[in-house]
């Protein structure tokens, strides 16, 4: 057995030695400790001796060259003829160091370019061959169709990838072959004697001519740089989803920031089914999405903050003019029904959306939503099961004189007594100029009823 | 002692007078400085706690009064005395104990970290050993410079069981640098006998390194005082460095929070240092008996000293504390001729 | 631009200015005849002499103990650390006595010390010569803390360092001493807390420390292939960290990974993070992330060791899946 020279590490911090002169001629006979050539690195110069007694031979490297740390300069063979291969010119390693990851790639195989059993799946080892398209030695386009593959999911063709002539086939059909083993090579050139051979006979015949060239490259290199690790990034993950969050909207705090400042609602993106958390680019969907009712002009210089406006009404024309209605009327709940139209009414004078008025009243059954739809008589108002756009917290008969209990999915007029003054309390989240003009609406409404019905 | 070793240099008392007297000072304005030291401890006006030198003052004046102010010593935890023998001032010394603006550090070292850069004295040291590495770079660099300013590192007994000490002498012993090494022996490392924590003569270590090594009587300050002449004369010649251990004694505990002491220490043992071995007692008895003062003069000096002492604690007491803006102060210094290059180069 | 290798240009950074001020000078092992392991100081020893250029015996706390004292009085020492591992022995006289000389005595003592050390794996070193332990000093108040990426970087930082007043730290990548970059003949300076902007994008930030900048341009350049518009900043220093232009891109970009090759677990990519964060909350569009080495003593099989540095591939995909907006939870 022939054994190699080797560029040795001179140095802590050094990639590649020059070679500044044999020291020996091929076919010479060697002893281990004879110099056999000088070696320059960017410090010194010195000498590096033989290891192995024998004849030199298989010079790769010639004066004046550099090469890299841990390549094959020279054998010591038994023989002064060595391998009896001509002496190559320091072969580019790009070919052949690819070819090493797979098992079927052999001495004997042509140069070019590799074709490897593609991932056609997400958890997919392997592919089985269902035909070539192209026969051994013929020329292909990149685009060509090559062979067809079939995984567990289905079949498909898998296109040349290069342009050229088919090499080397060193896959049969119906073989299974591992995902990322090299299949074939298509060469640039014509090949002389295209290969073509089964995996099952490929192995055993390419490993042990293989391995005596390729064993420096195989082997990790000694001091790899970070460029060369492996790829370590699998196939890409699906797009995570938030669970759901039991109504809290997740946002990044860019999206959330933004939306606010242009008065952008988020949560019609969760209406519209789109996948949470919500990033800027989701804002693009938002803005093309038409305007809502609610979005108004002015909504859209909202500071989109919290609101919380009260006003003070006298609370006896109320009194009066529900003890009126329940005279006239014979209504049921005229306080809670008075109290909705009037939220409705100014609501919609406010530009808000349609929908119900939620009339809460603490201690006194159930909320009551009333669907108030334009110019429904008053008399004809009855709680339904409406979604409410507005909820009225009626608080004027208990002690609570003041709310400040934050922004609510939807608006909330809560109504406090205090003495003879009833205080209403508006808190959601709208742009101001809709939170004045909504709240200043209601009051009136409060203050003289009857001028609303007339 | 001290008589001993004056006849021994054959000098005249009295042509010494000057110099004799103001070790004397020294001495007491060490021993005042720490008696109001323990006592601002005792009274709990002084933030955290301090170690006292009393008991050791021959040690530091008999060194300290070797040296110019271009010497450099480097100092410990136990260090006011070093500080005060340098040539340091009570005020700023009592101000930096309380955490005060006008103190040598600003208020930012305390009683473990008063550095006084005027009179050469680099830092004392609240890492046991911590200090001789500095000491022994500062001799390098001395000779490095070219000038023959030597450098005192001074450590206890404790101190030598510390690795770094065993690098920088085998250093100094190989480059000749002019560092003495004062190993002051009180014969406790913290509340523990020396002889349970050092193995072998201390001297024998220095000496292993080729190091010449002495042992002097560290309550007698002529007797320092004449041992360090001599060493320092000769390190500035390139002779060292040296080695001197100091037999010596401190009459507090470790610190002065370390009260009920008597599980290492006997009380007996103490009244023994204190009424025998007394380095100001003995060396004013025998300045007396010399006749280069008076029993009055002695008892004037240190009222005086007293006076001075208490004087400055009151100021101290007195005085500001740093501004809060000076907390994140002094972390970097300026480095103003890197900036003008800087600024010239982007211009 | 001529090119030179990294380890010649700090060789020209410390002998240029060894020639400008005579107070400078070399302590370390091997630094004289044998110029380092790495060869980094060659040929100084010649030039200045045996006094200036100090071989001392393998005692890392002493002559570190003895830089800081040169430095205390009137000496701008050099203290070369043969490998950045080795800072654990140094600890006390780095970072109790240089890095608060000047603090606890009220600025009137400065340690102007350069140490020169280095960091990196991937060399085959194991566990005790392939650690990056700048984190453990960037944490100490009083210590500067450079990380050179590139010989151009190596030569202006090293500069500014040795004229620097204060106890400065550099970590150079061994791996990188033999990699070429355009270094100029004239006398330049880089200013410390200064960072670089080495190549500007739109998407995202990617913030690497010393030869972790290569990674996160290799992993740009992949980005760019697939549309993505990667900014790469080099702080430069860690310590002072140059906060407004790394934030001033991320509020530009909405993302940002941070490299760098100390663990990740409490270090320098968790402190940037943090202060980006903190500070840039409001302009995030996608969670920060961390690159740093795995939490693993450094393996020596090559199979093992290339797996716990970030790579230019695995930063790529990071950085798509964060333009993507796939790190709900960060996972």
Not at chain 3, 275 to 284: C, G, N, P, Q, V
Request: aromatic share 6%; proline share 6%.
């Amino acid at each position: 057995m022939p054994h190699e020279v080797i560029m040795p590490a001179l140095g802590m911090a050094q990639d590649s030695g020059v070679l500044v002169a044999w020291l020996k001629a091929p076919g010479d006979p060697v002893k281990a400790g004879d110099a056999l050539m000088e070696v320059e690195t960017d410090k010194a110069t010195m000498e590096v001796e033989a290891a192995h007694d024998g004849f030199l031979t298989d010079l790769r490297a010639s004066e004046g060259e550099a090469v890299p740390v841990g390549d094959v300069v020279a054998l010591i063979s038994e023989t002064p003829e060595g391998s009896g291969t001509p002496e190559p010119k320091a072969e580019p390693a790009d070919g052949p160091a690819e070819a090493s990851e797979g098992s079927g790639a052999g001495a004997a195989l042509p140069e070019g370019r590799q074709v490897i059993m593609p991932a056609l799946g997400m958890a997919q080892d392997t592919g089985l061959i269902v035909g070539w398209s192209v026969q051994p030695g013929t020329k292909v386009g990149a685009d060509d169709v090559l062979l067809e593959v079939e995984t567990d999911k289905s079949t498909m063709e898998v296109p040349a990838g290069h342009d050229g002539y088919l090499a080397a086939v060193l896959a049969a059909e119906g073989e299974d072959v591992p995902v990322g083993e090299v299949i074939a090579v298509i060469s640039a050139d014509k090949p002389d004697a295209p290969v073509q051979r089964s995996r099952a006979d490929a192995p055993a015949a390419a490993a042990p001519a293989a391995k005596a060239p390729e064993a420096p490259t195989a082997a990790p290199a000694p001091q790899a740089t970070r460029e060369a690790q492996a790829q370590e990034a699998g196939p890409a993950p699906a797009r995570r989803i938030a669970p759901d969050t039991g109504g809290r909207i997740l946002a990044s705090p860019k999206a959330r920031r933004l939306a606010a400042q242009e008065g952008l609602d988020l949560a019609r993106l969760v209406a519209e089914g789109v996948p949470q958390p919500f990033h800027v680019a989701d804002l693009d969907t938002l803005r093309a999405m038409p305007p809502a009712a609610a979005e108004t002009p002015a909504a859209a210089t909202a500071s989109g903050g919290a609101q919380c406006l009260t006003a003070e009404i006298d609370g006896a024309a109320l009194a009066g003019f529900t003890d009126w209605l329940a005279r006239e009327t014979g209504h049921s709940a005229p306080r809670a029904a008075a109290l909705a139209a009037f939220a409705a009414a100014a609501w919609h004078e406010a530009g808000g959306t349609s929908g119900a008025v939620s009339v809460e009243v603490p201690g006194v059954g159930p909320a009551r939503a009333f669907d108030v739809a334009p110019g429904t008589p008053l008399a004809a108002l009855a709680p339904g099961d409406a979604t409410p756009a507005v909820i009225l917290r009626d608080l004027a008969r208990t002690a609570i004189t003041g709310v400040q209990l934050g922004s609510e999915a939807v608006p909330v007029l809560s109504l406090t007594r205090q003495g003879d003054l009833m205080r209403v309390t508006l808190e959601g989240r709208m742009p101001p100029p809709q939170a004045i003009t909504f709240l200043n609406a209601f009051a009136a409404r409060l203050a003289d009823p009857l001028r609303h019905i007339l | 002692m001290a008589a001993k070793a004056a006849a021994k240099k054959g000098t005249a008392p009295k042509g010494n007078a000057e110099d004799y007297l103001r070790m004397y000072r020294q001495m007491v304005r060490i021993r005042a400085f720490e008696d109001n030291a323990n006592q601002l401890y005792l009274s709990a006006k002084m933030p955290g706690l301090t170690h006292m030198y009393s008991g050791q003052e021959a040690v530091a004046v008999g060194i300290c009064e070797a040296l110019t102010d271009d010497d450099k010593i480097t100092s410990t935890h136990r260090g006011h005395g070093h500080c005060v023998a340098k040539g340091a001032d009570f005020k700023a010394m009592f101000c930096e104990l309380l955490g005060k603006e006008e103190g040598y550090c600003r208020g930012k070292g305390g009683s473990m970290h008063i550095a006084d850069q005027s009179h050469g004295n680099l830092g004392a040291n609240a890492i046991v050993g911590g200090s001789m590495g500095i000491a022994t770079g500062a001799a390098l660099s001395a000779q490095l410079r070219g000038t023959d300013e030597v450098t005192v590192c001074f450590f206890g007994d404790g101190a030598t069981a510390q690795g770094l000490w065993y690098e920088v002498m085998n250093m100094a012993a190989l480059w000749k640098l002019p560092v003495i090494y004062a190993c002051e022996n009180n014969g406790y490392s913290e509340y523990t006998k020396t002889e349970e924590i050092a193995a072998g003569s201390l001297t024998a270590r220095a000496e292993a390194f080729g190091i010449e090594a002495h042992k002097v009587d560290g309550q007698d300050v002529l007797a320092v005082n004449e041992l360090t002449q001599k060493l320092v004369a000769r390190a500035r010649k390139g002779e060292g460095p040296f080695f001197i251990e100091l037999d010596t004694y401190r009459y507090h505990g470790h610190h002065v929070g370390d009260i009920n002491r008597e599980y290492y220490r006997a009380k007996d043992e103490e009244s023994e240092w204190k009424s025998t071995r007394d380095p100001i007692l003995n060396f004013g008895k025998w300045l007396t008996e010399q006749g280069v003062v008076s029993e009055d003069d002695l008892v004037a000096i240190n009222d005086e000293i007293r006076a001075d002492a208490e004087a400055a604690v009151a100021y101290a007491e007195a005085a500001r504390y740093p501004d809060a803006s000076e907390v994140d102060m002094h972390v970097y210094v300026d480095s103003p001729e890197l900036d003008a290059a800087l600024s010239k180069q982007s211009a | 631009m001529r090119e030179i290798t990294l380890s010649k240009a700090v060789n020209e950074a410390i002998a240029e200015e060894m020639r400008r001020d005579p107070t400078v000078f070399l302590i370390g092992e091997d630094v004289a005849e044998a110029g380092t392991p790495f060869k980094v100081l060659a040929g100084l020893v010649e030039e200045f002499g045996t006094k200036r250029v100090i071989d001392t015996p393998i005692s890392e706390p002493g002559f570190t103990g003895m830089a800081v004292g040169a430095a205390l009085t009137g000496s701008r020492p050099i203290v070369d650390l043969m490998f950045g591992d080795f800072i654990f022995l140094i600890m006390d006289q780095l970072c109790n006595q240089a890095a608060k000389a000047c603090y606890m005595s009220g600025g009137k003592l400065n340690v102007p010390l350069v140490l020169r050390t280095n960091l990196g794996a991937t060399r085959r070193s194991a566990a005790q010569h392939s650690q990056s332990l700048h984190a453990l000093v960037a944490h100490i108040p009083g210590l500067k803390v450079a990380m050179p990426s590139s010989a151009y970087e190596a030569k202006g930082l090293m500069k500014t360092a040795i004229r620097d007043n204060n106890p400065v730290v550099i970590f150079e990548d061994k791996l990188m001493y033999q990699d070429k970059a355009p270094v100029p003949e004239e006398e330049y300076l880089i200013p410390f807390g200064k960072a670089n902007i080495k190549r500007e994008g739109t998407d995202i930030t990617l913030i690497g420390t010393s030869s972790m900048v290569q990674v996160a341009e290799k992993a740009a350049a992949l980005l760019e292939k697939d549309g993505i518009s990667a900014e790469v900043i080099d702080p430069r220093t860690i310590v002072p960290l140059d906060e407004e232009t790394i934030l001033a891109s991320v509020r530009k970009t909405s993302r940002a990974i941070v490299i760098d090759e100390g663990h990740q677990s409490y270090g320098v990519t968790g402190e940037i993070a943090s202060r980006i964060s903190e500070k840039a909350f409001y302009h995030l569009d996608a969670p920060v992330l961390r690159m740093g080495a795995m939490d693993v003593p450094v393996p020596f099989s090559p199979a093992l060791e290339d797996l716990t540095v970030p790579t230019p591939e695995a930063v790529a995909e990071r950085a798509r899946q964060s333009v993507r907006g796939e790190l709900f939870d960060a996972a």
